[in-house]
């Protein structure tokens, strides 16, 4: 490379040679995690957002008994005319919940409701709408299906069939899925705890007084929020003085009560940052910057048998950093089977500003322009510390390292914020 064309990379470029890229970052995560193995039985609503800790398998037919998938009339379907119509005596009604009991003969019929048990002898049901009813009789004319509109006993799962397989967060349909098989109660992985607290001699609690200087701790209630949409139990360790050994005693009394300890600030190298040298000293740094913006002192490592994150002090990067890492690494730790992160290529509406070297995580807003596509914009200023941007936002915006910026009308990559899980 030319001098002068190093000295251009050096002024545009935004890469620190000592940062891991992003990927890498996720991946040394990920495979430094063994999941939790603890199982319990809870009660079925307790168990939503947990994470099931064997196959759940069905011990009964779904649906039990054979029944009929729609209002109409039941019948043996070699009795249906091959041609011109047929007349049938409708001889009794069969119920969802309260099947008809006796025996139909040749030339009748039963009435029959959605759900209800299928008639001894009957294979299938004529739809009300087809059929002309006068008194006691229907006539039905020839183009009928025999075996039509008839769910079978056993259809949707037999006994021995996987319902809910192990590793699935469990949400409303698998709740009603297990109600439905009847169990009162699910096997899961016991919760991750999370201990977590706040650094900086600057940071007040709400209710307290600012000073000249100080201001109020808003990571401790990004992280609460963000942890209390996972599947985890809380620990809040309050707010630590940017004091060496304050730290150290935070870091001891988290990691005693903890599977994972979470940090905010103090992970750079200033002279008030004690966290990254405290990992050093009591515990294992994996990697401590990456290369992406907001988040780059970002610290990964151990601490006495726990996983440490000692993510940045700015309230937008503490959110990137918490739900590009950290909530991956928790799904890991709780047990959940991967599922892959919802990204989508969306076309852009306004003008987006970057320098190469890291990746980038810009706060967007997708919504439907005038012709009714999805496109996604910019929220704006996207200063590190302006909540805001986060708070008006529904998704990232990822531009890669390589990236100096994006125009209208490019596809960018997009992270909604909410995911299906
Ligand atoms: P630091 O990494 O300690 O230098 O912090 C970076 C920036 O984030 C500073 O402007 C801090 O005042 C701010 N900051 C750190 N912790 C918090 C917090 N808990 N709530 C709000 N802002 C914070
Ligand atoms: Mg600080």
């Given at each position: 490379m030319s001098k002068s064309a190093a000295n251009t990379q050096d002024i545009s470029c935004d890469f620190d040679p000592g940062s891991i890229s992003a990927d890498e970052a996720l991946r040394r995560i990920l495979a430094d995690i063994t999941p939790i193995h603890q199982t319990e039985s809870i009660s079925l609503r307790t168990a939503l957002g947990r994470v099931t800790a064997i196959d759940v398998k069905?011990?009964?037919?779904?649906?039990n008994h054979t029944n009929s998938a729609m209002d109409g009339y039941a019948l043996k379907?070699?009795?249906?005319?091959?041609?011109d119509t047929a007349t049938f005596k409708v001889a009794g009604i069969s119920f969802a919940g309260k099947p008809f009991r006796g025996g139909v003969r040749s030339g009748e019929c039963i009435r029959i409701m959605t759900g209800a048990v299928m008639p001894e002898g009957c294979d299938t049901v004529v739809t009300q709408e087809r059929v002309s009813r006068e008194g006691d009789s229907v006539t039905i004319s020839e183009g009928e299906s025999a075996g039509a509109n008839v769910r079978q006993a056993g259809e949707d799962l037999a006994p021995g069939d996987v319902a809910i397989a192990a590793g699935t967060r469990i949400g409303p349909a698998h709740l009603g899925l297990a109600a439905s098989l009847g169990f009162s109660e699910l096997p899961v992985l016991r919760r991750p705890r999370v201990a977590f607290f706040s650094t900086g001699d600057e940071l007040r609690s709400v209710g307290e007084v600012l000073e000249t200087g100080d201001l109020y701790d808003s990571n401790r209630y990004t992280l609460f929020g963000m942890l209390s949409e996972d599947n985890v139990e809380l620990v809040d360790l309050g707010i630590v003085r940017d004091d060496p050994n304050a730290i150290r005693q935070g870091f001891e009394d988290a990691a005693d009560c903890a599977d994972v300890v979470i940090t905010s600030a103090g992970?750079?190298?200033?002279?008030?940052?004690y966290v990254k040298q405290t990992l050093d000293a009591i515990g294992a740094v994996?990697?401590?910057?990456?290369?992406i913006k907001p988040g780059r002192p970002l610290s990964f490592g151990n601490v006495k048998g726990s996983l440490f994150f000692g993510l940045p002090g700015n309230p937008v990067s503490v959110m990137v950093t918490y739900q590009i890492f950290v909530r991956e690494a928790i799904r890991r730790l709780s047990g959940e089977r991967d599922a892959p992160v919802l990204k989508l290529q969306v076309p852009l509406a306004s003008n987006l500003r970057k320098r190469p070297g890291r990746v980038e995580y810009q706060r967007g807003v997708l919504s439907k322009d005038d012709a009714g596509n999805t496109v996604v914009s910019s929220t704006g200023e996207q200063g590190s510390g302006i909540l805001h941007s986060m708070s008006v936002a529904n998704c990232f915006i990822i531009l890669p390292a390589e990236s100096d910026g994006a125009q209208p009308g490019e596809l960018v990559q997009v992270q909604p914020f909410s995911q299906f899980t």
């Open positions: 069905s011990r009964v037919n779904v649906p379907g070699d009795a249906l005319p091959s041609e992970a750079s190298v200033g002279d008030a940052d994996n990697f401590w910057k990456v290369a």
